[in-house]
């Protein structure tokens, strides 16, 4: 039975309750951690919980919700999530409830600036973890809560200047997971391992851990710390000798693959989208001489132009890939992970230009709906208000003569004229106004045999 179908009440709240609350954690897989159902989701699960006193249940909604709003960059508001997270861990009587408050406390005032007041809330998680190590619930929070704090701790030393002592948190953080035997914590780490290491200079041993968590991420299904790391990789390459060619002709490879993937998908869907249109398309909409098909030579100028693109955008990091802009993004990330000026100048010209292309769209769409409001208010040459039309076909093989059949037209156009309130009966052999019939002419059933006409149509609009 569906939770929907119950009324409204306690029993009605538990079931929705359970399968809300597992909803959220399925949104943050298959949607992202940043999706609108997800925060809508964990809204409502946090709403059951205090409606029917699950404390235990609501913490780790709350986390959800923290995720959330991080992720989403929504600060503010993670840090009312965090806060609440601190005031309700002892009501869920369990001892990670306590680390991952004082994580998200801590990482939330990371991330807003305050790094000496988010390393402290950090460094008491870990001491807490340290003094009682409790097993944390990696359905729920993922990743362990002693790595996540060594990985951000990591990140405001960096942000502070220290990046040795960066080193040794992720270290720290390496063997930890290790000895868990949790590859996305491993992941994670060795990701942060890294960045440090790129930090520090040490480009070989950056370019191992990335390689490492690459790995690791592709097994287990990580794409955003995937993403990470192909991104610290390509930085690294570059500043340890491995050239801009090298980093081209990788970045050419991708472009190329998907944008000769998205094309062939794009053919593919066209070839089989056009005959099922022209399938459901109304009868006598176009003249049947009519041919409605692909054209190749628009196939080949789009495809063209989706190769050309794909081509051109995934080879933009390489065209910023200097130098001096690699210095920039260095001394940008040692100084708390801010991006360079080029790429927000990058960023903000892209939004331009799509900001300009959508409001040419919304301008041309507005055109198209006044043409066609004008259209349906266009005065047609007669008048249409109590006007009964329809269409009647002989059947096949009666009335073979014209005179039977334009007898028979007659009696029935005479009856529809007797009936109390016809003011007048009339018909056609071609289509009725607005409608159109191709190649065609205008006859009246009560005159003689259309001139010149040989074939004798079965429909007659009346």
Request: aromatic share 8%; with cysteine.
């Amino acid at each position: 039975m569906a939770a929907g179908s119950l009324p409204e009440g306690i029993e009605r709240a538990r079931i929705e309750l359970g399968l809300s609350f597992s909803l959220g954690v399925a949104q943050m897989a298959t949607k992202g951690y940043a999706a609108l159902e997800v925060e809508q989701t964990y809204i409502r699960t946090r709403d059951l919980c205090l409606k029917l006193s699950e404390h235990r249940r609501l913490f780790p909604v709350l986390w959800g919700l923290w995720t959330y709003y991080l992720i989403g960059a929504d600060l503010s508001k993670a840090a009312e999530v965090a806060k609440e997270m601190l005031e309700r861990w002892e009501a869920a009587g369990d001892p990670v409830a306590r680390i991952e408050a004082l994580h998200a406390q801590g990482t939330t005032l990371g991330y807003m600036g305050c790094v000496i007041e988010g390393r402290e809330y950090l460094q008491e998680a870990l001491d807490r973890y340290r003094a009682n190590p409790y097993r944390f619930y990696a359905s729920v929070y993922v990743l362990d809560p002693a790595v996540s704090c060594l990985a951000m701790l990591a990140r405001l030393e960096v942000g502070l200047g220290h990046v040795d002592r960066a080193l040794s948190y992720v270290r720290d953080a390496s063997e930890l997971s290790a000895r868990l035997n949790h590859p996305q914590s491993l992941a994670y780490a060795s990701c942060f391992t890294g960045m440090i290491q790129f930090f520090r200079q040490d480009y070989a041993g950056s370019l191992a851990a990335l390689d490492h968590a690459l790995q690791l991420s592709k097994e287990h299904g990580l794409p955003q710390i995937r993403e990470w790391c192909r991104i610290f990789r390509g930085w690294t390459q570059f500043k340890s000798g491995a050239g801009r060619r090298r980093i081209v002709r990788q970045l050419l490879t991708e472009a190329i693959l998907l944008s000769l993937t998205g094309g062939a998908i794009g053919i593919a869907l066209a070839y089989v989208g056009v005959p099922l249109l022209v399938a459901l398309m109304p009868e006598y909409s176009v003249p049947h001489e009519a041919v409605i098909q692909v054209n190749g030579a628009v196939v080949l100028f789009t495809f063209a132009v989706a190769v050309f693109t794909g081509i051109l955008f995934g080879m933009a990091p390489a065209f910023s890939a200097r130098e001096d802009r690699c210095a920039r993004f260095h001394a940008g990330c040692r100084a708390g992970f801010a991006g360079t000026a080029g790429a927000g100048k990058t960023r903000s010209a892209l939004i331009v230009l799509e900001v300009a292309l959508t409001m040419v769209l919304l301008v041309g769409a507005g055109i198209a709906i006044r043409g066609f409001l004008a259209i349906t208010q266009a005065h047609l040459g007669f008048e249409t208000s109590n006007v009964l039309t329809l269409q009647l076909n002989l059947p096949q093989g009666a009335y073979k003569s014209w005179d039977s059949r334009t007898a028979h037209l007659n009696r029935i156009l005479d009856s529809i004229e007797r009936t109390p309130g016809v003011i007048a009966a009339a018909g056609t052999l071609t289509a009725m106004p607005p409608n159109i019939g191709f190649n065609t002419g205008f006859g009246n059933t009560r005159a003689s045999r259309v001139g010149g006409q040989s074939e004798m149509p079965h429909r007659t609009d009346l």
